[in-house]
């Protein structure tokens, strides 16, 4: 793991090579006069081994804040690592944790590090959050998914972006492109002395510009329907998300993420338990779009 220091008080610690197995990976930490906060968690507790000495080594006692950029299972699984913190979080990730969290302790078992269990966020914000006395806040930034947010860190001048930048292209994970370009203007508006992304590590304002202008070509081609006649991940990927979203709105409270993933993949003779990288692979767009026509003509 190497350890880069970030400002005055923040620590970037990046999981490499065998230590990740997605590629290097980076969680924040800043060392507040009142509190701990460290921003995501990674795979499980043998991920937060070295993080967990870190905090001791510092030779203070202080309260631990962790704080999870979204609700993916890469982010959320290291918080079983630490002794009764106080989680933070999206109230939508709250909710995405309570719905997807078993399911995708199952779909991605191989890349758990040590015993996973999920822990839900103990305290959660709409659309602000600040810990006025140590200067850090967390701030609803939706894009990458519905529920993602950063924190920033107002004494340094650093923000932590989760997914919501990468090289060389965004991560989409949500169907409403408009809101993440939203979430991205704002970004490239901040008088920031660095931006930390969970997989890229430190990224640039030249990176959000280059992440807009691809998200703006993504705009155009679906709205003007160039991508529809392609049967692209991207393309299969924003048909899943836009009906799940609607299937989900129309079923309100009674809708079940893992009822919805069963009864789809089944639909396509595929097992709903893999990856949903594979998934798409193994299905055209069109194929999908007549399933997921057909289950929301069934809500």
Known sequence: MRIEEIGRRGRAFTFTGTESALGDYTVYLIEGEKRFYLCDTHLGPRSMEGIIEYIKGRGVAKPLVVFLTHSDWDHIWGVCAFTKPLVVAHELCAHNIAQRGELDLQR?????????????????????????????????????????????????????????????????????LEKYIDTLEFLGEQP????????????????????????????????????????????????????????????????????????????????????????????????????????????
């Open 108 to 176: 991605y078992a191989d890349y758990r590090r040590g015993d996973v269990w999920l822990v839900p966020p103990t305290l959660t914000f709409d659309s602000r959050l600040t810990f006025a006395d140590d200067q850090v806040e967390f701030i609803h930034a939706p894009g990458h998914t519905a529920d993602s947010a950063l924190c920033h860190d107002r004494q340094d001048g650093v923000f932590y972006l989760g997914d919501l930048v990468e090289r060389p292209r965004p991560e989409i994970g949500w169907h409403d």
């Open 192 to 299: 920031a002395r660095a931006f930390v992304s969970s997989h890229s590590g430190l990224v640039t304002l030249e990176d959000i510009e280059k992440n807009l202008a691809f998200l703006r070509s993504c705009q155009y081609s679906l709205q003007k329907e160039g991508l529809q006649a392609e049967d692209t991940h991207l393309n299969k990927l924003y048909t899943l998300l836009l009906f799940e979203e609607a299937i989900a709105e129309t079923l309100g409270q009674s809708f079940d993420y893992r009822t919805f993933q069963l009864r789809l993949w089944q639909s396509l003779d595929l097992d709903y338990l893999d990856t949903v990288p594979n998934l798409l692979k193994n299905v055209t767009r069109e194929e999908l779009r007549l399933a997921l026509e057909s289950l929301l003509a069934e809500c």
